[in-house]
């Protein structure tokens, strides 16, 4: 275990501070969530313009963000121990995602870890059980835009987030080919888009807003449900 004195006078006042927040959201309605992201240099972007976008569709709910610098053997992750400890000891959920040298050829692997840790953990025991678990979400999602979830939301789960089954169970409700196919159309159209190493600017823009504007849209629900800590290692 790490102490209380292994850890710098600052860390532990803003981190103390942060875990006393969300412990507090945790038993308000409006649950907040936070991120800490240890790195050796600035996070992304891409995850601060998250943070802004999901702030915007939770209508209020903001989500703190803390990104520690430092060097290989600087103590970020004596840190991250002792803030997971921390969290656990007042029962806050933790997500922890940490990123190795192949993670960073793919664009969309801490959404993909993040959502798989924040999914139930009987999710992928039988195609039925996890179609329920991605109708239940959808339908949380998008509510009665049954289109969305089938066009929008439903292609994303299953081109980024890692979700294999069918949208519809085709031995029970066969299709009548014109939803399955837009479904398959856009999934094929993400997956094609990914597979692009080196994207150009201008022609791939609409698309790459397009998917991250539902990855957002997905997390936004997914992080209001109970006041959690991720923790992003190794992002640069």
Request: include cysteine.
């Amino acid at each position: 275990s790490v102490g209380d004195h292994q850890i710098s006078f600052e860390c532990h006042l803003h981190l103390s501070a942060l875990i006393q927040r969300l412990t507090g959201a945790a038993t308000t309605p409006r649950r907040n969530s936070s991120v800490l992201i240890p790195s050796t240099r600035s996070a992304r972007s891409w995850f601060q313009w998250m943070n802004t976008r999901s702030s915007a569709i939770a209508a209020g709910a903001t989500m703190p963000i803390y990104v520690l610098h430092g060097k290989h053997g600087s103590g970020r992750t004596t840190v991250c121990t002792w803030f997971k400890a921390q969290a656990a000891e007042l029962t806050l959920p933790v997500c922890s995602v940490r990123l190795g040298k192949k993670d960073t050829q793919d664009d969309f692997i801490v959404w993909r870890k993040i959502f798989l840790q924040l999914m139930p953990k009987d999710l992928f025991s039988s195609n039925t059980v996890q179609r329920n678990y991605v109708h239940n979400l959808l339908r949380r999602v998008y509510g009665n835009s049954s289109r969305s979830a089938r066009t929008q939301g439903y292609p994303v789960l299953r081109a980024v987030l890692g979700i294999t089954c069918e949208f519809a169970d085709d031995s029970v409700h066969p299709s009548n080919g014109s939803g399955d196919s837009q479904s398959v159309s856009s999934i094929n159209s993400i997956k094609q888009f990914l597979s692009i190493k080196n994207k150009p600017s201008g022609s791939h823009k609409p698309q790459a807003i397009q998917l991250t504007d539902t990855l957002v849209r997905i997390f936004a629900h997914l992080l209001s449900l109970r006041a959690t800590v991720l923790i992003i290692e190794n992002i640069e």
